[in-house]
């Protein structure tokens, strides 16, 4: 069965700090993978996606980029963290087909 | 622009009143509507997928229904466990959420 990874479960950084979110994948090959960000008491917000290795899909002009260097790793970086960056963030993937399924998420807060 | 719209926003209920949650879609090319439940502090929990309007899907006190412009979460007799927040979805190229509809139900 197919099981989707994503740490730290919690995240504390100061503004203008780097960030590195890791996300990887088992019990499939050649994913769709997702990140959103959800802010409190609001929906999903797409940021990234990808449907391979070195293709990204950016949704939202912000200060977060993704990468893909492997087929089931997918990481959300930023070089210097803003307050606005706080929120809950979510990896997911999918088939090319189909819903997609979430992992547990990274509570981050920007102080 | 392809867009997804939940209502209501929240929803309070007793324990055993059945009611309905909404979902409007606009999208040129549906390739797919899901619904999910999303607990506090979780990742949203995959329920039901939905492709060609007339289609169910049943699963416990929950059955999801789709028409060509909205679908909707049908609650029958719902308990205290199924407070959550309802996200409906929808696929073209990517995954678009609605913004949910926070449900709570009353003992």
């Known amino acids: 069965s197919q099981t989707i990874h994503q740490w730290p479960a919690t995240l504390v950084q100061p503004v203008g700090s780097p960030l590195s979110l890791e996300c990887t994948v088992e019990g499939t090959s050649n994913p769709n993978l997702y990140w959103y960000r959800q802010a409190a008491g609001r929906g999903l917000q797409l940021l990234f996606y990808?449907?391979?290795?070195?293709?990204i899909s950016s949704e939202v002009p912000q200060n977060l980029s993704a990468s893909r260097p492997q087929d089931r790793q997918f990481i959300l970086s930023s070089k210097k963290l803003l307050l606005s960056d706080s929120g809950f963030y979510l990896c997911?993937?999918?088939?090319?087909?189909?819903?997609?399924?979430f992992g547990q998420g990274t509570r981050l807060t920007v102080v | 622009e392809d867009q997804v719209t939940q209502s209501p926003e929240a929803l309070r209920l007793q324990e055993g009143e059945s009611s309905s949650l909404n979902c409007s879609y606009t999208v040129s090319g549906l390739r797919g509507l899901f619904w999910y439940r999303q607990d506090p502090g979780k990742g949203p929990e995959f329920l039901f997928t939905l492709y060609s309007a007339g289609e169910e899907k049943e699963k416990e006190r929950l059955k999801a229904t789709l028409t060509k412009k909205e679908s909707f979460l049908h609650i029958t007799a719902p308990k205290p466990e199924d407070s959550a927040t309802y996200l409906c979805?929808?696929?073209?190229?990517?995954?678009?959420f609605g913004k949910g509809t926070r449900l709570h139900i009353l003992p």
């Open positions: 979805a929808f696929r073209d190229d990517k995954i678009i």
């Open positions: 990808s449907v391979g290795i070195g293709q």
């Open positions: 997911a993937w999918s088939k090319t087909s189909g819903p997609a399924f």
